[in-house]
């Protein structure tokens, strides 16, 4: 096996354009969980409409990137509006798969054949991020130690990366606020924050947007990176991926998202790299064998190595203990 061309593709994973998409979501799932105690098992919902939000407005209406990206962050904000109002004052558990079926019905809509005039159906959109890439300042890749990424694909990274550090600095700027104790008191004991007066149920909702929002973005950038929208890449497994690395980093920290984001992207891409070598050289028993083994068995060990993380360090890198312990 290559060790080291493996090593050079975990790296390159670590710190691409799609570590720094999952870092927005992750971010945005910090404000939910994290920061204000909501289960939000639907985060790839937000992810989904921001993205369509762009691409529709784009490939479909003929609007400009720019109306395209409004439209995906309003979006963000409806859907989050619209989930919150009749579930934000359900049971923790009851939250947690309205917002999981939420995300999943409309994954299916977007991709169902009557949706095809306006969404792509089950092909998608394509060619929507043209005028990104024509603003694009650079003349050569950015070279990160022994690889380099292309010109549009450096463009990206430096967008994305840009927005997680500024979704950063405004989320620890808010939670430092008197509005972020509010969101932690709600946290740690509901009933508490509500004998102080404080509306719970207001603060909870603008916590779903500003967290869906952050997602929306990261489904702007993600459809971006990629030029086109397909409703197969919103699968339920994206949102479980966030919170892998929310997990991993440690929640209600300022740094765990990005940090969790880089080191997920690195394992799994690690991990995946391994498998095909070792599925090449015949090193895997037989029931690894096929097209779809390098990703079922890198799920496998990334599902494994994510429950030992849970039982030994639960709190992960950066984060405290006692910031787990919900009011749900």
Known sequence: MDLEAI???ALRSAVGPQAAVYALLAIGL???YGYTGLLNFGQVGFMLVGAYGLGISVATWGLSLWAGIVVGLIAGVL???LLGAPTLRLRADYFAITTIAVAEVLRLVFRS?????ITGGPFGLQ???NEFYALNPLTRGIRLGPFTYS?????SLIVTWALVLLATILVTLLVRSPWGRVLRSIREDEDAARALGKNVFSYKMQSLVLGGVLGS????MFAIAGSTVNADAFRPQITFFAYAILILGGAATRIGPIVGAIIFWFLFSGVQGLVRDAQGADLLPGVLSGANAVGASALILMGTALVLLVVFRPQGIFGDLRELKLDA
């Open 7 to 9: 090593l050079g593709t």
């Open 30 to 32: 910090n404000v939910h």
């Open 79 to 81: 859907l989050a509006l």
């Open 113 to 117: 054949s009557p949706a095809t005039p």
């Open 127 to 129: 060619s929507i991020a």
């Open 151 to 155: 010109v549009n694909v450096s463009w």
């Open 217 to 220: 973005v990261g489904g702007i």
